[in-house]
């Protein structure tokens, strides 16, 4: 008996260790915020959502999101979604949903938990649901086809010109030309600058010409959202207005790419030759984050020998590291490595990789891979509140050079800058020094050469490496990729300097 009852004790015992081992694992993750990126949608549209989880501990964490849409009752309104999704340890990541909205005006909320991976318990402590608040209906819309909104609310009608019933005149034709976005990569809180101009190339005057610029989340390219909008009164044949915009995106905007949208005559009054050339849409998208990358591009494609650089800014963050990986989502830490490595954090916003970096370990990745992409993020760290972000994920390749692999891990490398000074070898007191053996050919004076016999020509200099200077976006540096780089033209009849020894790193390809 005693022993069935000891037993039990046991069992109940190992039961609340394990429930409170399980609770406390998920002490670590935290529901930052959400955002939904309409907070008036039209009936039936769907609703982007984005949650973003942060987790606190070393390891990584997994758990189901279920999400679901209700009303002003409390009563569930379509279909929920489910997910199992995971978060590194120490990282915060951003999950998507797509949520159809009812189809009836009216007060509605997503409504979120956090689950085990197997659905069956709220996997927070304290069981917490989060509610966010939106609204199904026709959002208020400042503009209508024929109507334009004076300074104090009134509206007026358009005139519209018509001309004489005898007279024909060629059609107006509006459209967009030099078009110029700043930078497609954007920091929230940093304006958004766009020149464009307009230009009527028909043969007709043009009047109330309603110009707008709009944007979409590429996740919702149906979805427009209106930035900025002008009426021009008239552009006569042949005549361009040049035209400049700005826009700084407010702070709670869902993170991700956007696209830009210049749209003439967005009212539809006037009559033209061509309807299908009043809209540009921009090819490449914005991508709106906390760290902005500058360089390099997406799908840059860098020369084995040549200059590697990454390059970006942060208004949030002081502190970063570049990381460079085989697979976009960085899942795998065993296939990406950091630079710096270890505990060594970057205060420049600009690195030139060692070579035993980029493109030694790199290339590595690519061979272990089995593929031709790798992929870079920036993460950054605030070093007064210990915050830290990552940036998005950008593609880029390595051209690696014809013919035998090279070796770059055949003697240690030091970034400038980091390494230690060694001291000099100590004396011992009452002993002689020794002398050196003479090394031939190195430690020995060349004979001098006769009166007559013409003198040699000076060795080359060996090449220098200029890093670029940091945190100046405007200077140019030559990298030897696919931008292109002015080349200097090869020495000829220059004898070649002696090879360095094997513990020297040969410096990169300067062209």
Known sequence: MRIFISAIFLIMLAGLSWTQDARAAMKNLDVVRIILAEKIIRPGRVQLVQVEMRNNGSAKESV???????????????????????????????????????????????????????????????????????????????????????????????PVFRPPQKLTFEKADLLWEN????????????????????????????????????????????????ISRHTLPVLAPGEKVEMEFEHVFADNIILGNYKMVLIADAADVVVESSEKNNRYEFRQPIRLSHIKQMFPPPDYVFEETGLFLFRWDSLRYNEFKVQVSAQPGFDDPEVQFDI??????????????????????????????????????????????????????????????????????????????????????????????????????QTQAAPEPPA???????????????????????????????????????????????????SEQPAPDAQ
């Open 64 to 158: 189901g999101l279920k999400m679901e849409v209700r009303d002003d009752g409390d009563q569930r309104r379509g279909k929920p979604l489910s997910r199992v999704v995971t978060i590194p340890g120490g990282e915060k990541k951003l999950f998507y949903f797509k949520l159809p909205s009812p189809e009836f005006a009216g007060d509605y909320s997503v409504r979120m938990e956090v689950y085990d991976p197997g659905f069956k318990k709220n996997a927070l402590v304290g069981k917490p649901v989060y509610y966010t608040a939106f609204q199904v209906g026709v959002p208020a819309s400042p503009y209508m086809a024929g109507l334009s909104t004076g300074d104090k609310g009134q509206s007026r009608q358009i």
């Open 179 to 226: 078009v110029q976005l700043a930078s497609t990569g954007l920091m929230v809180g940093e304006p958004l600058r766009i020149k464009a101009d307009i230009r009527n190339m028909g043969g007709d005057i043009a009047r109330a010409v309603e110009v707008r610029l709009d944007y979409f989340n590429v996740a919702l390219p149906s979805r427009l959202h209106n």
């Open 452 to 502: 007559d016999s013409p003198p040699e020509p000076a060795a080359e200099a060996p090449l220098q490496e200029d890093s670029p200077a940091g945190g100046d976006e405007k200077q140019d540096v030559p990298v030897n990729g696919s931008t292109d780089a002015a080349a200097e033209p090869p020495a000829e009849n220059v004898p070649q300097e002696e090879k360095a020894p094997d």
């Open 340 to 441: 710096p490595q270890g505990e060594k954090w970057l205060r420049d916003k600009e690195v030139v990789p060692l070579a035993g970096e980029l493109p030694g370990m790199a290339l590595g990745l690519m061979e272990r891979s089995g593929g031709n992409k790798l992929y870079w993020r920036v993460l950054g760290r605030n070093s007064e509140t210990d915050q830290n972000w990552y940036s998005m994920s950008l593609p880029f390749t390595i051209r690696p050079e014809p013919g035998a692999r090279k070796s770059y891990t055949d003697a240690p490398e030091e970034r400038p800058g980091e390494q230690e000074q060694q001291p000099p070898p100590e004396e011992v007191p009452g002993s002689e020094p020794q002398a050196e053996e003479p090394v031939p050919d």
